[in-house]
C-alpha cells in the first residue's frame, strides 16, 4: 500500500512544514519515505511544492505522475494541481483564496474555507495544518495519532505552545 501526495501554495504557507510532518509520521510508522520539496526562485511568496510517498513496501521511484492526494493552499496551485490527482483521488483546497469553479467529476474535491477557521484559532497561518485534517481521512498510511508523533518530533520538544495550537487547527479540519 502507498500513499501518493503533492502538496503546493506560496512560500511561506507552510508546504513544506506540511510534507515534512507527513514523512516523520512515515518513518516513526516505519514505514518507508520519500520526501521532495520544489521551491520556486524566491523563497517567501515565490511558488512551492513537494511530494510526499509513504509505503509499506519499498519505493521503486519517487516521481509522481498521478498522486492519490493533495492539498493546495493557493490559485496558481491549484490551476497546476488539479490534473495531477489520479480519478478517484482527493484534493483539499484552502476555498478562502482558491476559486474552485473549475472542477473534476472523477476526484473528490475537498473545499475547506481554512484560513477562516484557522483565524478562528486565532492564527491565520495555521491554514495549512486545517488542511492537514481535512485530508487525513483520505490516506491510509498516515491517521491523526501518528501526526501527532511527528510533530511532537518536529516542533513539540522546541515549542509546545505551536504543537498545541498546530493539533487544534487539525481536527477543526477533521471537523472535531
Known sequence: MMDKILLAGFGGQGVMFIGKVLAYSGMLGEREVCWIPSYGPEMRGGTANCSVLISDEEINS??????????????????????????????????????????????????????????????????????????????????????????????GKKKPDLYELNVAAIRKGLGK
Not at 68 to 97: C, E, M, W
Open 62 to 155: 519517487p516521481v509522481i505522475s498521478q498522486a492519490d492526494a493533495g492539498i493546495v493552499l493557493n490559485q496558481p496551485s491549484y490551476d497546476k494541481f488539479l490534473t495531477r490527482i489520479k480519478p478517484g483521488g482527493t484534493l483539499v483546497a484552502n476555498s478562502s483564496i482558491v476559486n474552485i469553479a473549475q472542477n473534476r467529476d472523477d476526484i473528490n474535491l475537498i473545499a475547506v474555507p481554512a484560513t477562516e477557521l484557522a483565524n478562528e484559532i486565532g492564527n491565520a497561518s495555521l491554514a495549512n495544518m486545517v488542511c492537514l485534517g481535512a485530508l487525513l481521512p483520505a490516506l491510509t498510511l498516515i491517521d491523526m495519532d501518528s501526526i501527532k508523533k511527528a510533530m511532537d518530533e518536529v516542533i
